[in-house]
């Protein structure tokens, strides 16, 4: 069995197709766009550091700002196969940040409630 695709063997032509589909397509541009909407700080004004891609298109990855906060963050961003399944209609998700302390943990974990803590910020678990 020899399948051709446009005078091509068909196979090494699939394999690279469908391994070429499963990374993220956001660029670095997007991601810093993203996080500083999530975090509040303007582009330009934090790093991006640890980033990591998880199957299925999941970013994780963490930004620094200038005055040393520290943000653990994560995005969905559609893989080429999601982006050519859905004609290029499948968004990239929002950023989404945890603020981390200097050991690492979450932030303002088991210390006293922040004063802009509300119900929907404690639901949340930010306090």
């Not at 996080?35 to 970013?59: K, M, N």
């Not at 961003?77 to 603020?99: E, R, V, W």
């Amino acid at each position: 069995m020899n399948f051709q695709l446009f005078g091509f063997p068909a196979l090494p032509l699939l394999v690279a197709f469908g391994l070429s589909g499963c990374a993220a397509t956001i660029d670095q541009a997007g991601l810093a766009q993203r996080t500083s909407a999530a975090i509040g700080h303007p582009v330009g004004s934090f790093t991006l550091s640890d980033q990591s891609e998880e199957t299925g298109g999941r970013i994780n990855y963490k930004a620094t700002t200038r005055d040393g906060a520290t943000y653990q963050c994560y995005l969905y961003s559609a893989t080429g196969f999601q982006k050519l399944m859905s004609l290029g209609q499948t968004p990239n998700s929002d950023a989404i940040c945890t603020p981390m302390d200097r050991r690492g943990t979450k932030a303002g974990a088991g210390g006293p409630p922040s004063p802009a803590c509300n119900a929907l910020n404690k639901a949340a678990g930010r306090c």
